[in-house]
């Protein structure tokens, strides 16, 4: 059977993972939560960082990631600098110091574009679950489960919550933009 709450369900979801997405890049100040994806060679095992260290800030531009154990500090320190964020660590015993530098206004163009793509997935993963219920409504109606009117209001229902679903997404894109132009 078809449930309208099913389809708004999982297209939160998907809005839910493009806020989170979008939360993890990185605009004036520097969050510890840039530093989520990056996982560390732990004693065989890969482990998030944010399970092996306290990171917190230091200033606007400037992580400090205190590692509990001084076994893994290299292995830490290798992997944030395999991770592409550009910057290098610098040790301090246990502390690993990163300096962000600031964004340049070509890279906070660059920025904005990556931005809009991330955007674009999650717009058309909106799509394509709004593609898969009204493929379900189309099939109960073949099925004679629902009748030709049920069908079309549940057509435009799936239309009207998938229109404001993008929506959220473009307010959310639009809010993320302005705050990394803003110097």
């Known amino acids: 059977m078809f449930e309208i709450n099913d389809c708004k369900k999982d297209m939160q979801e998907t809005v839910s993972a493009h806020e989170l997405e979008l939360k993890n890049i990185r ?13 560390v060679d732990s004693y065989g095992s890969k482990m998030p960082l944010t399970q092996l260290a306290n990171i917190n800030n230091l ?11 001084s076994g893994i500090v290299k292995s830490a320190e290798k992997s944030i600098l395999e991770s592409n964020l550009g910057v290098t660590p610098q040790t301090d015993g246990n502390n690993l110091i990163l300096k962000f530098p600031e964004l340049t206004a070509e890279r906070r163009k660059d920025l904005a574009k990556f931005i809009h793509e991330i955007s674009e997935k999650y717009k058309i993963s909106i799509r394509n679950i709004r593609r898969k219920y009204i493929d379900i409504v189309k099939e109960l109606e ?12 549940n057509t435009n229902d799936i239309q009207k919550i998938t229109d404001d679903f993008i929506s959220i997404i473009e307010i959310n894109t639009s809010n993320k933009e302005k705050e990394i132009i803003q110097i």
């Open 142 to 153: 073949k099925e004679k489960s629902l009748s030709l009117d049920e069908s079309k209001r």
């Open 59 to 69: 200033d606007n531009m400037t992580l400090n990631v205190a590692i509990w154990d």
């Open 27 to 39: 605009t004036g100040r520097v969050s510890p939560d840039i530093l989520k994806t990056i996982t």
